[in-house]
């Protein structure tokens, strides 16, 4: 009787492995050159598809386009470059390795796999559905004692639907003979997605800022964007609605201001060389309560991919303000070498 309870036991226990071996590598990726890799594709974002396997402590990171074919019954959430979303399983179409067959709604498509530009396992967790990122950096120079501190951060949220972003970003500067200076930012953003690759956009903007004597600038602003491209190699889009603006300043009077805007805007990223990307982006307000007066926004960052989702980023970031309070600078600029982490 005990070598019976013991041998099912153990037939119970093997059970139990091999089932969880097999959840865990329910996908299945053959590459260009014939090599095969079972695991489980956890996403495909900007061209890059990361796939996590029992046999290997750190996650796959493969070029989409060097995918010969793919199966997987897992739902994910799908991006095709016309801004279509849909939630399906994918696989390679039988005789066929240029295209893929999904499920919209009941029917079946077949499309080509270029066409598919996002990939997101669609899962109840909260976690599994946020990316982010932090990163710091330090630099000093010894002939005038300058010392400067830099965060940089961004969080995301991806829903089937809609999209929820934020970000915040600081900078402090001190060095001998000179008051210390502080730039800090942040922002939160909402976009809901519609057919064609249109969306609407709101956000919140908030600036302050030493050297044009900003206490605070709050922006709150709403639109429609639209993707021009949307591929594997790079986002290209723009956007264009009204903004609400709130100033308050340390000049001597302490000034406060309040317009409306107009904004239009047009974003870059990149990411289709090697372990580099690049986002940029160039923000327009013409007021339309202020006569003449017109304000522009830019950043630009440029990101190197470490292992084990570390990285090196340098960003700049510039203000300017056709209209600036009486002693303040009409333009400000910024940039950044950082040090950073992301998750997911």
């Not at 095969?36 to 290997?56: N, P």
């Not at 997101?120 to 946020?130: A, Y």
């Not at 990316?131 to 002939?143: D, E, H, P, Q, R």
């Not at 290209?236 to 009077?253: C, K, L, R, Y």
């Amino acid at each position: 009787m005990k070598n019976t309870s013991f041998s099912s036991s153990l037939i119970l226990l093997l059970f139990i492995l091999f089932s969880q071996i097999s959840w865990s590598q329910n996908d299945t990726i053959v590459l260009k050159n014939n090599d095969k890799i079972i695991g489980e594709i956890k996403s495909m974002d900007r061209g890059v598809v990361t796939v996590k396997t029992t046999y290997s402590d750190s996650d796959f990171k493969i070029t989409w386009i060097d995918i010969k074919s793919v199966r997987s019954n897992q739902t994910y959430l799908l991006t095709l470059s016309n801004g279509k979303r849909i939630n399906s399983s994918i696989n390679t179409k039988p005789g066929d390795d240029t295209k893929v067959t999904i499920m919209d709604d009941g029917t079946e498509l077949v499309i080509p796999i270029k066409d598919i530009v996002y990939i997101k396992p669609v899962k109840n967790d909260f976690l599994s559905r946020i990316v982010a990122s932090v990163s710091v950096g330090y630099n000093i120079t010894k002939s005038n004692n300058l010392r400067q501190f830099s965060v940089s951060s961004n969080l995301s949220y991806t829903a089937y639907k809609w999209l929820l972003t934020g970000s915040y970003n600081s900078v402090r500067s001190n060095q001998d003979d000179v008051a210390e200076t502080k730039r800090t930012d942040a922002s939160v953003g909402f976009n809901y997605f519609m057919k064609n690759d249109w969306f609407y956009a709101t956000e919140a903007n908030f600036l302050s800022n030493d050297e044009q004597k900003l206490k605070l600038r709050s922006t709150i602003k709403g639109g429609l964007g639209k993707y021009f491209v949307h591929s594997n190699k790079l986002f290209f889009g723009g956007g264009f609605g009204v903004a609400w603006n709130n100033e308050s300043f340390s000049d001597e009077f302490n000034t406060n201001r309040n317009s409306m805007e107009a904004y239009g805007n047009l974003t870059l990223n990149m990411f289709d060389f090697s372990d580099f990307s690049l986002n940029t982006d160039l923000t327009f307000y013409p007021s339309l309560t202020e006569g003449g007066r017109y304000r522009v926004d830019y950043n630009l960052n440029l990101k190197y991919d470490l292992p084990l989702d570390f990285f090196v980023k340098l960003g700049l970031t510039y203000n300017y303000d056709s209209k600036p309070v009486e002693g303040a600078s009409d333009s400000d600029y910024v940039f950044q070498s950082t040090f950073g982490w992301e998750f997911n």
